[in-house]
């Protein structure tokens, strides 16, 4: 009788201890799948950021250039303005 207990008891255990390994292994393989996206993600995210300050040079280039034209036109329009000064003096 105890006997037959004791292997009652074993047999629940060994079930209990595959389940518990099956889980775990499938724990396992979601942790480093997760893991993987994560390090996906932080490089995606990276590269954004990469790209947006590339972006923002690239405006701010842009601005200067604008700004640059506008300064030398400003600048022509004043000498001919004092050559016109010149000639009526």
Not at 32 to 47: A, F, G, N, T, Y
Not at 58 to 66: A, R, Y
Not at 71 to 85: F, H, T
């Amino acid at each position: 009788r105890y006997l037959k207990t004791i292997d009652e008891k074993e047999k629940q255990y060994n079930v209990s201890l595959n389940t518990y390994l099956e889980i775990s292994n499938k724990l396992a393989n979601e942790k480093v799948k997760l893991e993987e996206l994560i390090k996906k993600s932080q490089r995606d995210c990276q590269e954004c950021v990469k790209r947006a300050v590339k972006a923002e040079i690239s405006v701010l280039k842009n601005w200067k250039e604008t700004e640059v034209c506008k300064i030398n036109g400003q600048a022509a329009n004043a000498e001919a303005n004092l050559k016109v000064l010149k000639s009526l003096s």
